[in-house]
């Protein structure tokens, strides 16, 4: 069975390109079905790999370019994997690590990852 741990790990040790973006949405997919009480987060991060495929899956882009957009979402997964790893987390916990996200996205530059 997939985990957000198998997840994070598959996607960080990706290329950095569309590719791992399709197979990230692709595994969230799978997790919002698997762990419904994580659904919002997952559905959350699946929003930011979709918006990369969308707004870049048909353009080149530069090596620096890709790296610079999968070390953002690398650190977007960080802010939740801890909550959303360890299978024990509470609510609060679960829901303050989801906020957290969207609340360092959002005050973030919207450059590298559109949410759209």
């Known amino acids: 069975m997939i985990d957000f741990t ?3 790990h598959a996607f960080t040790q990706s290329l950095d390109g569309t590719d791992s973006y399709v197979v990230l949405r692709r595994d969230l997919d799978s997790l919002i079905g698997s762990e419904p009480d994580n659904a919002v987060s997952y559905y959350v991060l699946r929003g930011l790999a979709d918006s990369y495929v969308t707004l870049y899956g048909d353009q080149a882009v530069s090596p620096d370019f890709a790296h610079q957009v999968k070390t953002e979402m690398i ?9 959303l790893a360890d299978r024990t987390a509470s609510v609060a916990v679960r829901y303050q690590a989801i ?14 990852l559109a949410y759209e």
């Open 99 to 112: 906020n957290a996200l969207v609340t360092s996205y959002s005050s973030g530059k919207k450059t590298v």
């Open 6 to 8: 198998t997840v994070y």
């Open 75 to 83: 650190r977007l997964l960080d802010i939740v994997k801890p909550a």
